[in-house]
Nanobody
Framework: QVQLVESGGGLVQAGGSLRLSCAAS????????MGWFRQAPGKEREFVAA???????TYSDPVKGRFTVSRDNVKNTMYLLMNSLEPEDTAVYYC?????????????????WGQGTRVTVSS
């Protein structure tokens, strides 16, 4: 089992920045692909970004160029740096872990999920 705990959410004005963290525990972090997803009110959960153990990353089109995913494999922690935030980025952000190193944007391919952290961007 892997436990994931997100932190770093909050209220920010449009154009501002936030850094989310996802701390993993329970099993070795190595070999897992880690992803970020978000769910806005009334919408389905959607892919945001992911990073593999080897450093490969991928982003959804709405966040590409504004968000950066990184991970510290020693601290078992993944980060999502969000710049130039827009009101459309308002959502609950979820951290997820996928067994294996093949990077994925597909929600159901992830095996473990955190409880989420809320991000609100005001206009």
């Amino acid at each position: 089992q892997v436990q994931l705990v997100e932190s770093g959410g909050g209220l920010v004005q449009a154009g501002g920045s936030l850094r989310l963290s996802c701390a993993a525990s329970g099993r070795t972090f190595s070999g897992y692909t880690m992803g970020w997803f978000r769910q806005a009110p009334g919408k389905e959960r959607e892919f945001v970004a992911a990073g593999s153990w080897s450093g490969v990353t991928t982003y959804s089109d709405p966040v590409k160029g504004r968000f950066t995913v990184s991970r510290d494999n020693v601290k078992n922690t993944m980060y999502l740096l969000m710049n130039s935030l827009e009101p459309e980025d308002t959502a609950v952000y979820y951290c997820a872990a996928k067994i294996g190193g093949v990077i994925s944007r597909t929600l159901h391919e992830y095996d473990y999920w955190g409880q989420g952290t809320r991000v609100t961007v005001s206009s």
